[in-house]
């Protein structure tokens, strides 16, 4: 999934000054690092869902979802700028502002979810959460999803297949199919899942694993963008407590409003997770994070391990953090993502009616995934969803692609997304089709 549209080192039609500047990159970032696009972008100003390359060409947003409330918002700029011309440090201070942000940001998640830990990261985050996860099960077992990503360090690269099979999965983690309703019948997910759950709960206890927990991104969107039925989550999440373990809600992606129904993605399925872990949209793409937990699970680890993070939750990041809620409020952006992705949605389910190069439609909110399959063979198709993708940027119209086949086109644009913004990226869509997948 990594390698899912990157850059392949032969650009065709860019000026020579940009060939020079990714020639640039590369002899001083090194090989790990990765392009989008078969023509890479250069971007130099980002402004609600534009970004701009150095001769003001606009590019229309549909993918940036960590500029949650758009790229460069003035009311998120102002505040960072505010404090941070006041006051920027650790946590190890009092401060009213860390304070302040922390008890609107709990106010929005289920009571009994009331101790935040920051972090700078969502990596970071489920690192944490692995940590405290096994303090207080006493378990090592963790069980993702079969191409999740949950972050980059050591211990969540290990449990984030996504990475390929050159980054091995620890020894103590168990894939289970992702609830893909394109091979599932929608009635079975739950009961589909929950049964992988338990086959994987079983697998550890044969080889002498306590589980710790489940960790899924609510909306799957490594694993091809999966949030329907709603509420079928439940039966795994009982599955992995009667275990011993926890339910981990990787809200990275999901959270703040993104699917349009609530604040955060397991709230579609009447969910109440042990621990909730978050990342950069709740900063509108500055470097914060959390981990929100229940008392009585962070109480072991609380009394037995001190937890610092220099940065994490320092006031300008908070102070970014408290502006978010306030422009997801004061512009009543899930309402909009509600709206405009209900839209989108209808109409890509319209174009799917016309073009036989998408065999599926599925999301929440301003998440959507497109399923492109061969023209002629109706099989998944990774050669012809990188030509959508790339005709669209050639548009100035920016998406990428996902799933475990490389399929899926992946739409996750800011949440100021407007109806006529959705127009343009379905015009878009329908034109390139028109190329290239009749």
């Known amino acids: ?30 090989p790990a690092y990765r392009l989008f696009y078969a023509n890479p972008v250069h971007v130099v100003r980002g402004e609600g869902v534009w970004l701009y390359d ?4 606009a590019y229309l947003d549909a993918y940036n979802n960590v500029v949650s409330v758009g790229h460069c918002h003035p009311h998120v700029v102002e505040a960072i700028a505010r404090q941070a011309a006041v006051l920027n440090t650790h946590t190890r201070y009092l401060n009213e502002t860390v304070v302040d942000y922390a008890e609107r940001l ?18 970071e985050a489920n690192d944490l959460a692995m940590r405290v996860a096994k303090s207080f099960t006493r378990g090592t077992g963790f069980i993702v999803t079969e191409l999740a990503y ?26 289970v199919p992702a609830p893909d309703t394109t091979l599932i019948a929608k009635d079975k997910v739950g009961e589909v899942f929950a049964e992988g759950v338990r086959q994987a709960i079983a697998d550890m206890t044969r080889h002498g ?35 011993g373990g926890l339910f981990i809600a990787d809200e990275v992606q999901p959270g703040f409003c993104r699917t349009g129904e609530a604040m955060w993605g397991f709230e579609r399925h009447g969910l109440e997770p042990d621990i909730v872990t978050m990342g950069k949209p709740m900063g509108n793409g500055h470097p914060i994070a959390a981990m929100v937990v229940k008392p009585e699970i962070v109480k072991t680890f609380g009394s037995q391990s001190r937890y610092f993070n220099t940065f994490g939750g ?4 908070c102070a970014a953090g408290m502006a978010v ?12 993502a509600a709206r405009v992705g209900s839209q989108l949605i209808a109409d890509l389910k319209a174009l799917a ?11 929440a909110g301003l998440f959507v995934g497109v399923e492109i399959v061969s023209r002629t063979s109706a099989t998944s198709s990774a050669e012809l969803a990188a030509k959508v993708v790339n005709e669209l940027r050639d548009r100035r119209i920016l998406i990428s692609a996902t799933g475990p086949r490389g399929n899926v086109l992946k739409i996750r644009p800011p949440l100021v997304f407007s109806r006529e913004d959705a127009g343009q990226l379905v015009a878009g869509l329908r034109d390139v089709l028109d190329v290239v997948g009749q």
Do not use: W
């Open 209 to 243: 694993i306590r589980p710790a927990a489940l960790l899924v991104d609510t909306i799957f969107s490594s694993d091809g963008v999966f949030a329907e039925p709603a509420g079928f989550l439940k039966e795994a999440a009982a599955a992995i407590r009667e275990a």
């Open 54 to 57: 150095p001769q003001g060409n």
């Open 314 to 317: 320092n006031p300008v990041s």
């Open 1 to 30: 999934m990594a390698m899912i549209n990157a850059y392949g080192g032969k650009p065709t039609h860019l000026p020579a000054e940009e060939v020079a500047l990714i020639r640039r990159r590369e002899k001083l970032l090194g």
């Open 325 to 336: 809620l306030d422009v997801l409020e004061g512009e009543d952006l899930k309402a909009n």
């Open 150 to 175: 949950h972050g980059g360090t050591d211990a969540v690269a290990g449990l984030s297949p996504s990475f390929g099979p050159f980054v091995n999965l620890g020894e103590h983690v168990r894939t």
């Open 106 to 123: 709990l106010a929005t998640l289920p009571p009994a979810l009331s101790h935040i830990m920051f972090t700078c990261t969502g990596s």
């Open 353 to 363: 009616g016309r073009y036989p190069a998408i065999s599926d439609v599925r999301g």
